[in-house]
């Protein structure tokens, strides 16, 4: 038994599903401690920066104030599922305050069994229900943490399949005995998952003091057992404290064999009973009636432990093996699996778990040990895969590395990690894990892995409502325009800042540079004065007037600095032509404004309040005395913050016709070699988007520049904005002719407030939130 199903095999090629067998939806769950800097298990409440833990549908709490669960939503592919569990663990990370996420399935540093604080949810059948598990298994043992996998099969497969074998039932029936089928195979075989994932051989000297006796010495403050893989999985580990028989003959025999054990007082609630794969439906509280009326909708495996040699605990390979063995399920001969066959499988579960793979074989004759029958469940997976030729060859890949580890166990992940344990100890292996994965999250903070292509604006936004809890969907990914929903209420968002709260005509006010300054000038805010020009001729014409006067040529409507000529020195009829030439190109009308003295600086108001103030220092690069500009900008180019396209905090520094008439007007070239120490501009604007360095300085600035920037804000009618001032000493008050507002502008990058070139996180997408949804905070 347990081989590939020719038959079956076959019909799924003559009815070209080879294809479509591999498509499904794929799911995880995963939870960690968090721990101090010692490697102790932290006793502070779950951060409120998740909001409710049980309306939060993305970081939740598990048995334990300590223990955090991270969910992603069901995605198509293992590459998506995994880069949101990714960012999920870096959006966690990023939250704890002098904490770490124990990368260990094993628990850290224990407090004594009553010390450890139970989750408080706020719901007294949750609490209930907690403090029991805590009074029957014991709190210790509810701080193992693991993995949980969810996998569908793609509707249109199962379909197409339900078609081909001419059932006579119907469609939901149908999908459900194949679930339940591959449920079946999973537990009958489950022990060869267990050890192709395990990786938690030891136990601190903390853990369940019973389980320490048991058990021997690696290192003074360490336990194992010989030959286990998994502890988690063990009599130690995550499991009832008897076996149970539960039919999975159908939906209703399992349903009638939980509630059997309900009734009895065997179990709590149907949600404990531990076992390896779970029926699933789509959605309920009531699973009994969500799985009598839809039916399966998909499975959870959840014997997978915490892998501490990946950042996420878990590596895409592992997944997608995982995926591979599902699928070589659901192909495999499927035979009885009453009561005499669960006790074959839990006897070969706890085979594997106390012996490893040379453990007994139970149920089958013809082999001794599990490794003969593992090794020859890899020849017909390579036939599987060898008829289906899947279009990702990584399976294959993936196949023979996995088989490497029956052939040699010193691969397996439990015995490297071992190892690794050993060459230090228990708590500081897993300490200097949890920090640098730590330290991982934090260099990659501001991205939303696996939306990279979004502006990075856009992916802030995104990352502070999942933290939140707030759902999101795509209307048009390539527009950056998303729909964020938390309980009925829906907000639509384009680049992170274009909402609901502004209005239309706003938006065209702060478009238009001309409408601007008059609306300004009306409500007694300075601005500077300049000329309007829709042709060349006519400017041209007062190139004389302007010939010695510092100005700066910009088109009417424009953005991120495009078109924009700054002269503050003297300039040529080349040059002034030049600097018209490239404004007509994003305007038909130009503006020629004065050029205002003192420094520049970009204030980002958000309703009533000015959340961030950065001088915006323009592109350049510092001489050595030994690279040209040109090598200066390019190593320069190397900081991993600096990108293209608003997906990175900073931008590339530019050597275009800008910055090369920038330096001649300097008496510049890019082939120059700059002295040691000395700073060369590229540009004379400072935006960030062509290359300038951002530096924070909210704190500095005085409180009557923020009145301004918010008194402009409300003459535009603007929620958000951000407001360009140009002025002379940050350190004096604001009078008439000390500082100018020189631009407003509708949609501010907000990256650049949260991540700086220096200074501190402002949390701008944070307070676009806040203003969103206000109302049901």
């Not at 294809?19 to 006793?43: M, P, Q, S, T």
């Not at 995926?323 to 009561?339: A, N, V």
């Not at 940050?730 to 991540?755: G, L, R, V």
Request: net charge negative.
């Amino acid at each position: 038994m347990g081989m590939l199903n020719r038959e079956l095999l076959q019909l799924v090629m003559d009815n070209h599903l080879y294809k479509d067998i591999w498509l499904g939806n794929f799911g995880l769950e995963k939870e960690n401690n968090r721990v101090d800097e010692n490697g102790n298990l932290a006793l502070t409440p779950h951060p409120k920066a998740f909001g409710s833990k049980l309306e939060n549908p993305y970081i939740k709490t598990d048995f334990s104030e300590s223990q955090i669960e991270m969910v992603t939503p069901p995605f198509e592919t293992i590459d998506e599922t995994y880069h949101f569990l990714e960012t999920l663990h870096d959006i966690v990370s990023l939250e704890l305050n002098d904490e770490y996420l124990w990368p260990s399935s094993n628990p850290p540093a224990l407090p004594n069994d009553e010390e450890i604080p139970i989750a408080l949810m706020n719901d007294p059948e949750e609490d209930h229900y907690r403090h029991q598990l805590a009074e029957k298994y014991g709190r210790k043992r509810q701080l193992i943490s693991g993995i949980h996998y969810n996998f569908s099969f793609h509707e249109e497969f199962l379909k197409r399949l339900y078609y081909a074998l001419h059932v006579n039932n119907s469609f939901k029936n149908f999908k459900d005995s194949i679930y339940l089928k591959v449920a079946r195979n999973v537990l009958k075989y489950r022990w060869l998952l267990i050890y192709l994932t395990g990786a938690s051989p030891v136990f601190d000297k903390t853990y369940i003091k019973k389980c320490v006796k048991l058990s021997e010495h690696l290192d003074e403050e360490s336990y194992f057992f010989p030959n286990m893989n998994s502890l988690r999985n063990s009599v130690c580990g995550y499991r009832n404290e008897k076996i149970y028989y539960i039919s999975y003959h159908s939906v209703e025999d399992y349903i009638r064999d939980l509630q059997a054990l309900v009734n009895s007082k065997e179990l709590l609630s149907m949600r404990e009973y531990y076992c390896s794969v779970r029926i699933k439906p789509e959605n309920g509280k009531d699973l009994v009636q969500a799985l009598m009326k839809d039916g399966i909708a998909y499975l959870e495996l959840r014997m997978i432990d915490l892998n501490p040699l990946y950042k996420i605990g878990v590596s895409k390979e592992t997944l997608k093996f995982v995926h591979l063995f599902l699928l070589f399920m659901l192909l495999i001969e499927d035979g009885p699996f009453e009561e005499e066959e669960q006790k074959v499988a839990a006897l070969n579960h706890d085979s594997l778990i106390m012996n490893g793979l040379q453990g007994r074989l139970f149920g089958e004759d013809s082999y001794e040990t599990l490794e003969e029958k593992a090794l020859d469940f890899f020849k017909e997976m390579e036939k599987m895969l060898q008829v289906l030729k899947p279009s990702d060859e990584t399976f294959i890949r993936i196949l023979h590395q996995e088989k490497q580890k029956l052939v040699n166990p010193k691969l397996s992940f439990a015995a490297l990690v071992k190892s690794e344990i050993q060459k230090s100890s228990y708590l500081s292996y897993h300490m200097d894990k949890a920090k640098q994965y730590n330290k991982e999250s934090m260099t990659s903070g501001y991205q939303f892995i696996g939306y990279e292509d979004l502006e990075l604006s856009t992916q802030l936004l995104l990352k502070a409502a999942v933290k939140r809890g707030i759902s999101f969907e795509f209307l048009d990914r390539e527009e950056n325009f998303i729909l964020l929903q938390k309980g009925n209420h829906r907000e639509y968002v384009k680049q992170a800042t274009r909402t609901s709260l502004d209005s239309y005509s706003t938006v065209l006010i702060m478009e238009n540079k001309v409408v601007t300054k008059k609306i300004l000038k009306q409500h007694g805010i300075r601005v500077p004065d300049g000329r309007v020009y829709r042709d060349m001729d006519s400017a041209l014409a007062d190139y004389g007037t302007y010939q010695n006067v510092p100005i700066v040529i910009k088109p009417k409507s424009t953005n991120f600095g495009l078109g924009i000529s700054i002269f503050s020195g003297d300039f040529s009829l080349e040059d002034y032509q030049k600097a018209f030439e490239m404004a007509f190109e994003y305007d038909q009308t130009v503006l020629l404004e004065e050029f205002m003295t003192g420094k520049e600086y970009r204030f980002l108001v958000m309703g009533d309040e000015v959340v961030g103030i950065l001088h915006r220092v323009p592109a350049n690069v510092v001489g050595d005395g030994i690279h040209t500009i040109e090598q200066l900008v390019q190593e320069k180019n190397k900081d991993p913050l600096r990108g293209k396209g608003y997906k990175t905090p900073l931008e590339r520094i530019q050597l275009g016709e800008v910055e090369k008439m920038f330096l001649k007007n300097q008496s510049k070239h890019i082939t120059d070699i700059p002295s040691t120490g000395e700073v060369v501009y590229l540009r004379e604007n400072s935006n960030i988007s062509t290359g300038g360095d951002s530096i924070d300085y909210t704190d500095e600035v005085l409180e009557c520049y923020k009145k301004i920037a918010i008194q402009a804000a409300k003459a535009a009618g603007a929620t958000f904005c951000g407001v360009d001032m140009m002025i002379d000493n940050i350190e004096e008050q604001a009078t008439d002719s000390n500082y100018s507002i020189i631009e407003i502008n509708f949609n501010p990058a907000i990256h650049i407030h949260c991540y700086p070139y220096k200074g501190k996180n402002r949390k701008a997408d944070e307070k676009i939130l806040d203003l969103l949804f206000e109302k049901i905070q």
